[in-house]
Structure formats: C-alpha cells, structure tokens
C-alpha cells in the first residue's frame, strides 16, 4: 500500500532531550516536506526536500533540522526541545514539485514538551 | 508573500443541503491547488487537485473550481451527509504549500 508513515504517533518528553521523528514513503518520491499544526496558526511548514541531499527553510524552521540521506527517509530532528514546539506534526511526500503532483501526508506526530 | 484564506471558518448545515466553501489566495503564480479533509486529530485526506491550467475538478458529490486570475477556489459539497462533517483545508502549492486556516464543517442529521 502507497503510504507516508510517521513514528512515533505520540510523545511526551521533556525540554532539552533530544528527539527524531521519523517519516517514510514508499512511492519513490522526490519531494518531502515536514509541518506543524498549531491551533489557531493552521498548518506551517518547517523544511522541504526537493531531492536527496537537498533540502530549505519552510516558514518556521527556528528549532529543527532535517537530513535527507535516502530518498525515502525525511527524519525530523529536534535537538533541544522546547515547550512551544509542543504541536501536531505532519510529514508529506510527493513525486515532485510541480502542477501535477499530489500531496500524501502521513497520519501525523502528537508531540508534547513538558 | 503567499496568504491562503478560507471563509467561513465555520458552517453548521441540515442534512441533504447542497454548500459551498470558498478559499482565496494573494500570488496567482502557483502550481496546484489541493483540497483537504482533516477529522478531528487525524492527518489530511486530499480530496481533489487542481493542476494550475484546469478550470475545475470533480470527484462524487465534490467539485472544486479555480480561478487563478482572481485567486479564487471553490469547493462544491452536493447532498451533504452527517459523514461529510469534517475540517476542510485549501493549500496552494509554489515552491512550498501555504495553507489556509480552514472550514469546519458540520452537518447536521
């Protein structure tokens, strides 16, 4: 089944104890992005991947880091979390940037920053 | 600096009722405009994408409309149903994807 896969689901940890969120496609995309959904903010994006090895700045990138090592792997990095990144993250692939290319997004990642 | 917007942000309609949820956008220069479902706590579904040459775009009882020249989408709900009742979110899409902040939709039995 074609799929962007996330992990984990949910994590409560604490401030300034490093954290990876993991996300996976299977459907030999190019492009990955990561965002976070804020009440009230709507869903920002945090970093894209336009192929391996490359990767920017979404809108609120202050806080994270990205790798894109493989192609199917965009891990998202938190290395000294922080209360206000307490939020719904969500990764999304598509095959590539352009008129034609849907967005997948995967089920999401509940985090908490205690 | 692209901004999506969605109106309304709310909408509360009896069971059976045709509606329309509109979302408008600043910069015409896009690639797509996608049409998402988010329930309650889960992730996006994408309902419809409309490349940035289309006019319009249908699947079921949904059709989404663009027009990039006023930077205007449209999405079409025919025959609403209690399961319709869901957050739908508009996203443009240039070198990254600018949301909107979304309508919550509820249909009412």
């Keep these: 089944e074609a799929q962007v896969t996330q992990n984990p689901r949910y994590l409560i940890t604490v401030t300034g104890k490093k954290l990876t969120v993991t996300c996976s496609q ?23 991947s336009m192929n391996v090895e490359v990767t920017d700045k979404g809108d609120v990138p202050e806080g994270y880091k990205v790798s894109r090592k493989e192609k199917r792997n965009f891990p998202l990095i938190l290395e000294s979390p922080s209360p206000n990144q307490t939020s719904l993250y969500f990764c999304a692939s598509s095959f590539r940037l352009g008129p034609y290319n849907e967005q997948f997004f995967g089920p999401g990642t509940r985090l908490t920053v205690l | 600096k692209q901004e999506v917007t969605q109106i309304p942000a709310a909408l509360s309609v009896p069971e059976g009722e045709n509606l329309v949820l509109n979302c408008s956008f600043t910069d015409s220069a896009i690639y797509n405009l996608q049409w998402f479902r988010q329930d309650p706590g889960k992730g996006l579904t994408s309902l419809l994408l409309i490349q940035s040459s289309q006019r319009e ?22 025959a609403s149903q209690p399961g319709d009742s869901a957050t739908y979110l508009c996203a443009v899409l240039i070198n990254d994807m600018r949301f909107g902040a979304g309508t919550r939709l509820t249909v009412k039995p």
């Design chain 2, 57 to 78: 775009q249908t699947s079921g009882r949904l059709n989404a409309s663009l027009d990039k020249s006023s930077g205007r989408s449209t999405l079409y709900i025919a």
């Design chain 1, 26 to 48: 299977n459907m030999n995309h190019e492009y990955m992005s990561w965002y976070r959904q804020d009440p009230g903010l709507g869903l920002r994006q945090i970093y894209y």
